[in-house]
């Protein structure tokens, strides 16, 4: 799987702008966090908060053809777990992270941002680059102290109703752990 870095969603963004179409787009995960955060690492995928109109999903599977990506490469799967982390009346459209001629890209407030990296903790917990991702928000001075409580509140609020009981288990073992994650990082900042 070819990563996908700021060269390939510039050359997206030309993709839209010969074809004369655009597209705007609220976006989750690790490509957001790149974007934010300046990052250098490359992400898997760029996902987003709501669904993507068919015409934009043909661009996206021909510019995918085209440059050997995967064909989820730009996804709305997030969108499918929108609920789960965005409540109503919260803005999705906070920060615009990239400002292209065909294609703007958009991110939700940090909280919920920091909540699209947490609940995924819970399915891939040995994997890492959810809390990379966290640290390098945090490294950027995009997330405070006071912004990721308020993260792991949510995240604790929600969880409860959850009918698994193992995943409620997990999920109070990972909201300590975070409780501790955010005293070791945050003392002495704000």
Excluded: C
Aim: net charge negative.
């Amino acid at each position: 799987m070819k990563p996908i870095d700021n060269g390939i969603i510039e050359l997206f963004d030309t993709h839209l702008t010969d074809k004369g179409m655009t597209y705007n787009a609220s976006i989750v995960g690790g490509a957001a966090i790149m974007l934010i955060a300046n990052g250098q690492r490359p992400t898997g995928d760029i996902d987003s908060l709501h669904q993507i109109p068919q015409e934009i999903r043909a661009e996206i599977a021909a510019f995918a053809r085209a440059h050997g990506l995967t064909p989820k490469w730009f996804n709305d799967h997030a969108s499918r777990n929108f609920n789960e982390f965005v409540r109503k009346g919260e803005e999705v459209f906070a920060r615009l992270v990239f400002d292209g001629k065909a294609l703007k890209l958009y991110t939700p407030s940090i909280k919920i941002l920091l909540l699209s990296k947490i609940y995924p903790i819970l399915d891939r917990p040995e994997d890492g680059k959810d809390l990379q991702d966290i640290e390098a928000l945090i490294d950027a001075k995009v997330v405070g102290r006071n912004d990721f409580q308020e993260a792991v509140a949510d995240f604790e609020a929600n969880i409860r109703f959850e009918d698994d009981r193992d995943l409620r288990k997990a999920a109070r073992e990972l909201v300590l752990a975070l409780q501790v994650y955010i005293a070791d990082v945050f003392d002495g900042k704000n």
